[in-house]
């Protein structure tokens, strides 16, 4: 099936528009592109017509990008969002916001079918198969993340614990790390009901991936990935609670 997306692109640089608008027709997923120089105008193109996705700048004058993808957020059936900028330093607000992707400019081809890709996977179209996807992407959000230059999104399963740095936070993989700045304690409320549990102010970790609870000359130590975490002394009794409920409902 080809030529099913409808698109809005959103720039108040014309030349920019122009060529977002021509590689967005050129992909044969792509039905119609409708465009809009501010988001004033892209909410009057959002109230007339059916849009599955918005490909959005960020710096633009009057309600920016960020500010109109909140706004997007709250329609009954939101489009896709994917933001297309020239700067990284709002990655970690997209974090929030729950985008499908985030393409630094200049955009090039291969890029952006990428992120239609992306958007074809968190697309709920009733009966479509990209519901089944959509909703995996649901319980599962992404991050985004700086790889070599290139912002990624990186899904929040993938994270086996998270270390404070400051205003950051270090998300620790099982291939690297990578810094994101968001407070540890916003993650901690956030991730709570998705298994993360605070075992010490400057840590966060999976539960189900803790091997093994220690104590040491230096107090409680948690085991993850054979690397030893501190537990302080107001998180343990927590920390024990929750490691018994866990392995009581593993026997059941």
């Known amino acids: 099936m080809t030529g099913f997306l409808r698109v809005l692109a959103v720039d108040d640089e014309p030349p920019a528009l122009d060529e977002l608008a021509y590689l967005l027709r050129a992909d044969p997923r792509v039905a119609r592109v409708y465009t809009a120089g501010d988001a004033t105008e892209a909410l009057r193109v959002l109230r007339?017509?059916?849009?599955?996705?918005?490909?959005?700048?960020?710096?633009m004058p009057g309600l920016d990008g960020m500010e109109l993808a909140r706004v997007l957020g709250r329609?009954?059936?939101?489009?896709?969002?994917?933001?297309?900028?020239a700067y990284d330093d709002r990655a970690a607000e997209a974090f929030d916001l729950g985008v499908a992707d985030y393409v630094r400019k200049p955009v090039?081809?291969?890029r952006l079918a990428e992120s239609l890709r992306r958007v074809l996977a968190t697309r709920l179209v009733p009966q479509h198969p990209a519901v089944a996807a959509s909703r995996e992407r649901e319980e599962d959000p992404t991050i985004p993340v700086e790889l070599a230059g290139t912002t990624r999104l990186l899904p929040r399963s993938a994270v086996r614990w998270v270390e404070a740095q400051g205003d950051y936070a270090r998300l620790h993989t099982s291939d690297g790390s990578h810094l994101v700045?968001?407070?540890?304690?916003?993650l901690a409320e956030r991730w709570a009901d998705a298994g993360f549990v605070r075992i010490h102010r400057s840590y966060l970790v999976q539960l189900g991936l803790i091997t093994e609870l220690r104590l040491?000359?230096?107090?409680?130590?948690?085991?993850i990935d054979g690397r030893e975490l501190p537990v302080s002394r107001r998180h343990t009794r927590e920390l024990k609670d929750r490691l018994v409920r866990a392995a009581k409902q593993n026997w059941r």
């Open 216 to 223: 040491t000359n230096g107090g409680y130590v948690v085991s």
């Open 48 to 59: 007339d017509a059916d849009i599955d996705a918005v490909f959005l700048d960020i710096r």
């Open 108 to 110: 090039q081809p291969d």
């Open 181 to 186: 700045r968001v407070a540890l304690a916003t």
């Open 75 to 85: 329609f009954a059936r939101p489009p896709a969002v994917v933001f297309v900028t």
